[in-house]
T-cell receptor
């Protein structure tokens, strides 16, 4: 169990386009999902914590109007990169955890975003 | 807030040798420490985790040790194989993130197992 699906896996689009990435927990309910950004050969940088039915909690330095997060159900969270520019090109990866403290996070396959 | 440091950044070992990766954390209230393995272009996968009420946990060739007093924990891989080659990340759950399962990740260790 604990399968997380992320879609799409690749996105190439023009500058100014908004891009939506979906993260789904397939076989468990995830009250909390997390969105990370990962640069080549670097660690996972937490962008925001997505809580079902409430507003996301953004990490310092992450623009909430740039990276819109919606967690409308216990199995789906979406990240929308609004008006994307080349500097937004990166590997975005989500994770989800079951309810309760100290539960492991289970990761999706990630989305490689390239803005031309 | 929590800060996690990880060493070494790269590690090269011969097949069959052991590999040790070490992490330190700053928040003494942290109580959950998972380790993830990430192969190139793929998702991080949980390989082992430890909670603060135990000092050591083992799963076949993989073991993790935790020293709460010193605030460090280590990953030990014995009898390494080429398929162990990957980037390994340690993580710690800060005290303020316990309910949400928030994790702070280390900077990663690129492990290369030479056949």
């Amino acid at each position: 169990g604990a399968v997380v699906s992320q879609h799409p896996s690749w996105v190439i689009c023009k500058s100014g386009t908004s891009v939506k990435i979906e993260c789904r927990s397939l076989d468990f309910q995830a009250t909390t999902m997390f969105w990370y950004r990962q640069f080549p050969k670097q660690s996972l940088m937490l962008m925001a914590t997505s809580n079902e039915g409430s507003k996301a909690t953004y990490e310092q330095g992450v623009e909430k109007d740039k990276f819109l997060i919606n967690h409308a159900s216990l199995t789906l969270s979406t990240l929308t990169v609004t008006s994307a520019h080349p500097e937004d090109s990166s590997f975005y990866i989500c994770s989800a955890s079951r309810q309760g403290g100290n539960q492991p996070q289970h990761f999706g396959d990630g989305t490689r975003l390239s803005i031309l | 807030g929590e800060n996690v440091e990880q060493h070494p950044s790269t590690l090269s070992v011969q097949e069959g040798d052991s590999a040790v990766i070490k992490c330190t954390y700053s928040d003494s209230a942290s109580n959950y420490f998972p380790w993830y393995k990430q192969e190139l272009g793929k998702r991080p996968q949980l390989i082992i985790d430890i909670r603060s009420n135990v000092g050591e946990k083992k799963d076949q060739r993989i073991a993790v040790t935790l020293n709460k007093t010193a605030k460090h924990f280590s990953l030990h891989i014995t009898e390494t194989q080429p398929e162990d080659s990957a980037v390994y990340f340690c993580a710690a759950s800060p005290a303020d993130g316990g309910a949400t399962n928030k994790l702070i990740f280390g900077t990663g260790t690129l492990l290369a197992v030479q056949p």
